[in-house]
C-alpha cells in the first residue's frame, strides 16, 4: 500500500504549458517535501512545507500543502525542457522517523 | 544546502564477487545516513537505515548479511553487496539528514552497480 500516491505517473507536455503534480495521503504528514530527480542521478531537494495552506514559490514552481496536511501539488507555469525529471514527494509523519517516498510523476517537456 | 557524495558512481563486476559502495557527507555531520535502491523508471525503495556507531536497521526483506552496512563516523556511511550477482544489478543512492529531527534528507549522487 503506497502510503502517497502521486498523479499522474506520467507526463508529456510542450513547452510553454503549464501543469500540476498531486501527491495524496489518507494519512497526516508533518511536513511534506518535493525532490527532482535527474536520469542517473540522485534527487535534488525542491522544497519542504510544514504548515497547513502553506504556499511557497520557487520561480516558475508553486507548491501547496493541503489544510488538513494530508496531500500537497505541485504547479508548474510554462514548463521548459530543463524541467524534465523524476518529481519526488515524501513525507514526515508525526511521531516518524522513517520518510516515506510516492512513487513519482516522470515528466517531460519536448521542445 | 548539505552535500553528499558517493563513490564510485558506475561499478561493473563479475557474479560473485562483492562491491562497496561509499557515501560521505562532505560539509555536515550526519548522525543518520540512509541507503535506496532504485530499479530503472521506478521510485526509491529504503534498504537501511545506518546510525553511527551501531547496527544498521534494515527493512523487510533486505538481507543483511547480503548488504552489509557500516556507519564507521559522522561523514562517512558504506554498503558492502556481497557475492553480487546480476540481480543485484540497481541504482543505489544514500541520504543523510544534517543534524536530529531534520527533515529533510540530502542524496548523494547514486551508484550505478552492474554484475555481469
Known amino acids: 500500500t503506497q502510503l502517497l500516491e502521486q498523479s499522474p505517473q506520467f507526463l508529456s507536455i510542450q513547452e510553454g504549458e503549464n501543469l500540476t503534480v498531486y501527491c495524496n495521503s489518507s494519512?497526516?504528514?508533518?511536513?511534506l517535501q518535493w525532490y527532482r530527480q535527474e536520469p542517473g542521478e540522485g534527487p535534488v531537494l525542491l522544497v519542504t512545507?510544514?504548515?497547513?495552506?502553506e504556499v511557497k514559490k520557487l520561480k516558475r514552481l508553486t507548491f501547496q500543502f493541503g489544510d488538513a496536511r494530508k496531500d500537497s501539488s505541485l504547479h508548474i507555469t510554462a514548463a521548459q525542457p530543463g524541467d524534465t525529471g523524476l518529481y519526488l514527494c515524501a513525507g514526515g509523519r508525526t511521531g516518524g522517523f522513517k520518510t516515506i517516498f510516492g512513487a513519482g510523476t516522470r515528466l517531460f517537456v519536448k521542445a | 544546502g548539505a552535500v553528499v557524495s558517493q563513490h564510485p558512481s558506475r561499478v561493473i563486476c563479475k557474479s560473485g564477487t562483492s562491491v562497496k559502495i561509499e557515501c560521505r557527507s562532505l560539509?555536515?555531520?550526519?548522525?543518520?545516513m540512509f541507503w535506496y535502491r532504485q530499479f530503472p523508471k521506478q521510485s526509491l525503495m529504503l534498504m537501511a537505515t545506518s546510525n553511527e556507531g551501531s547496527k544498521a536497521t534494515y527493512e523487510q526483506g533486505v538481507e543483511k548479511d547480503k548488504f552489509l552496512i557500516n556507519h564507521a563516523s559522522l561523514t562517512l556511511s558504506t554498503l558492502t553487496v556481497t557475492s553480487a550477482h546480476p540481480e543485484d544489478s540497481s541504482f543505489y543512492i544514500c541520504?543523510?539528514?544534517?543534524?536530529?529531527?531534520?527533515?529533510?534528507?540530502?542524496f548523494g549522487p547514486g551508484t550505478r552497480l552492474t554484475v555481469l
Open positions: 512545507v510544514v504548515t497547513g495552506g
Open positions: 560539509d555536515f555531520q550526519a548522525t543518520t
Open positions: 494519512s497526516v504528514f508533518s511536513s
Open positions: 541520504s543523510a539528514r544534517d543534524r536530529k529531527g531534520a527533515r529533510e534528507q540530502f
